[in-house]
């Protein structure tokens, strides 16, 4: 079993938990996911190390309700127990030799961008990090990002925090600055990582892309969490998560992702009203 050390509500709809799992804890890099259960017969969710203590055995993991799963994982206190947490699973964000990189995370995906962002910047490369969130009741991880890049660009679609506008529109005023980059990092919805994509495609710049399909095994066997990359079919849970944008096939990822819509909101109603006779 591995037990919840700590919890922590980051945002209305977003928490965070440090899990002990002393044998992820050793070996995990950023960039790196694990799946998890919440009861024994429950479904298996990936979610990526959000950050980890190596002496302490702990991993931290980053989750947005969205669903029955993350709602049931919601519910859990610290001191309550996982019965399943596997990983690391996926391949590290490769950071070697970077040396000016642009790293975008938008909602949640600031929590799976922000290790990839610290690791760059402890390794002395120049950090250009971009965050974006539809409102400022939705920021998480603002400090965070501040102690670990050498510039910080916030921006929120209403304008409540940072600049008014899109992580591209903050991305294209630091190129327009002269700004340049071996690599841009982009982690959020797809949509979101597909204009990012369209934009440092037309200025050449290298640019990886953390996919997050629907996965069930975690380790290349079902086959679910194929994306086409380069016209070519990859796996996410063992090519990826990471990916040269450039390449990735987007529309059909967004199709895919929508697939299960239907059964994904009956089973969160079926979650919900389980809490809610809990209550009563
Ligand atoms: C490699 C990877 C890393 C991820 N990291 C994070 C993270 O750090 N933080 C975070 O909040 N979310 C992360 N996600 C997404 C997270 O796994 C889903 O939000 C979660 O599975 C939702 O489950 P649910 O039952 O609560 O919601 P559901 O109602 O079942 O689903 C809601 C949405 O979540 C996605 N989803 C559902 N089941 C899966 C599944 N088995 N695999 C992947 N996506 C699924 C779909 O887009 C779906 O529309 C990651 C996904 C992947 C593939
Ligand atoms: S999740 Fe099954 S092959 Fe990737």
Same mark, same amino acid.
């Given at each position: ?13 977003? +928490?965070?938990? #440090? ?15 694990? %799946?998890?259960?919440?009861e024994? $017969? ?15 055995? +702990? ?9 029955a ?11 309550? #127990? ?10 590290? +964000? ?11 995370? @938008?909602?949640?995906?600031c929590? %799976? ?19 974006g ?6 920021v ?8 670990? #890049? ?6 929120? $679609? ?6 008014? @506008? ?9 190129? $327009? ?5 071996? !690599?841009?990092?982009?982690? /959020? ?8 994509c369209?934009? +440092? ?8 892309? #953390?996919?997050?399909?629907?996965m ?6 079902? @086959? ?6 380069? /016209? ?11 990916? $040269?944008?450039? !390449? ?21 109603e ?11």
């Amino acid at each position: 079993m591995f037990r919840i050390a700590k919890k922590e509500v980051l945002n209305p709809s977003v +928490t965070r938990m #440090s899990i002990e799992a002393p044998l992820v804890a050793r070996k995990v890099q950023p960039g790196q996911f694990i %799946i998890l259960r919440v009861e024994e $017969d429950g479904e298996r969710i990936p979610l990526t190390v959000a950050g980890y203590d190596r002496e302490a055995g +702990t991993v931290d993991i980053i989750f947005q309700i969205v669903g029955a799963t993350t709602e049931k994982l919601n519910h859990k206190q610290q001191g309550d #127990s996982l019965p399943d947490f596997v990983g690391p699973l996926g391949k590290p +964000t490769e950071t070697e030799g970077l040396r000016r990189v642009a790293v975008i995370g @938008g909602g949640v995906g600031c929590a %799976i961008a922000f290790p990839v962002a610290k690791k760059l910047f402890e390794q002395g490369c120049e950090v250009d990090a971009v965050a974006g969130f539809r409102t400022k009741d939705l920021v998480i991880l603002e400090n965070e990002f501040r102690a670990n #890049s050498t510039r910080f660009l916030p921006v929120s $679609d209403d304008g409540s925090w940072g600049r008014k @506008g899109l992580v591209t529109d903050a991305l294209q005023q630091l190129i $327009d600055s002269g700004r340049a980059y071996d !690599e841009v990092i982009a982690i /959020g919805p797809l949509i979101m990582m597909k204009f990012v994509c369209r934009l +440092t495609k037309a200025y050449g710049i290298r640019t990886v892309v #953390s996919m997050n399909p629907i996965m069930i095994d975690g380790t290349g066997m079902c @086959g679910c969490c194929r994306v086409s990359v380069g /016209g070519k079919m990859k796996f996410a849970c063992v090519d990826g998560p990471d990916f $040269d944008g450039h !390449e990735v096939d987007f529309d059909e990822a967004m199709a895919r992702c929508a697939a299960y819509k239907p059964f994904e909101a009956k089973a969160r109603e079926a979650a919900c009203n389980l809490f809610s006779m809990e209550v009563k």
